[in-house]
């Protein structure tokens, strides 16, 4: 049995996909570079600009002459262009797609593959084997061994609703992951020789904040320091609100996580920045940026 993936979009998409395709694996699949070949075809979307809509519209379609040759092929429509508010109208547009996946979310897939054996099991734990774990997520045959820096997801979702942005519609509120299910994952990726990790949030520095008395993301920072053989430690993207002092000091202060921050400015006119709803003025933002410059001499800011 083979799988094809194919993806468009963010970093988060990426590591979406390469969960998607552990958890195939997992279930006996290989990977395989031809749709033709595949027995199972994921397409992870994004739809953060019409281009990258109709993009993925239009490699949708051009799979249902395969569906048509070979009807027990299963496609799997995956990622943002699902959203999280349902897929009514995507089933009636397209009906010759098997399974509709809400973004970072493989088990609609797996339990469609699964759907047999699922049923008979009354084990919940034992049901969980068929589902991507965290703690257990090993990385795709055609990555081991190859692979040295890997995207891990800390927070999905978005509950900063700028005015232009359709991330939170689609990816749904912010939802901050377990420190332990991230850090064993990250233990999980240095035994496969991975070196560098990039910790994922569409405002990653918000991480922890939906969790009562949890650890801000200065403080996961610090545990994942610790991870014997991880030797570079990025994350993106972060907000000019909640970038504070204590992630500064964080960063200033720990050698392995690199001093380059994401932190985007979104427009240098203050009516626009009101406009877009984004909490803050140019002026904050340089005083921001002086102040990291300041603490960290060296960083580099995009």
């Keep these: 049995m083979k799988y094809h993936i194919w993806t468009e979009g963010c970093q988060m998409n990426v590591a979406d ?5 552990s958890s195939l694996e997992h279930l006996g699949y290989t990977l395989t570079d031809l749709p033709e070949e595949a027995d199972v075809i994921v397409l992870n979307t994004c739809v953060v600009r019409q281009s990258a809509e109709d993009k993925a519209m239009g490699r949708v ?11 027990n092929l299963t496609i799997n429509l995956m990622g943002c262009l699902v959203g999280v508010r349902g897929v009514e109208k995507l089933k009636a547009r397209l009906p010759y797609v098997d399974v509709f ?11 469609h593959l699964t759907q047999g ?10 049901t969980r084997r068929f589902l991507m774990m965290d703690e257990e997520l090993k990385l795709p045959v055609a990555e081991q061994g190859k692979t040295v820096s890997v995207h891990v997801p800390i927070v999905y979702g978005c509950s900063h609703a700028c005015t232009f942005c359709i991330i939170p519609y689609k990816r749904g509120i912010e939802r ?16 496969q020789g991975v070196k560098e990790i990039t ?17 801000n993301l200065a403080a996961l920072l ?26 500064i000091d964080t960063i200033a202060e720990l050698p392995r996580v690199m001093p380059h921050i994401e932190l985007p ?7 626009v920045l009101e406009n877009m709803k984004r909490g803050y003025t140019q002026q904050q933002f340089r005083d921001l940026v002086a102040k990291i410059r300041k603490q960290i001499p060296d960083c580099s800011i995009a």
């Design 176 to 191: 901050s992951r377990p420190v332990g299910d991230i850090v064993a994952e990250v233990r999980s990726l240095a035994k």
């Design 265 to 271: 400015i979104q427009a240098g006119d203050d009516q």
């Design 17 to 21: 996909s390469q969960r998607v395709g």
């Design 222 to 247: 610090r545990i994942i320091h610790d991870v014997e053989g991880i030797e570079r430690i990025r994350f993106l993207t972060s907000h000019p609100n909640y970038f504070d002092d204590e992630l």
């Design 199 to 215: 910790l994922l949030g569409q405002i990653v520095d918000r991480y922890g904040k939906d969790i009562p008395d949890g650890p």
């Design 61 to 71: 379609s051009s799979f249902k002459k395969l569906k048509e040759k070979n009807p």
């Design 117 to 126: 054996e699922i049923r008979s099991l009354e084990d919940a734990d034992t």
């Design 101 to 111: 996946s809400p973004p970072s979310d493989p088990s609609p897939l797996i339990s």
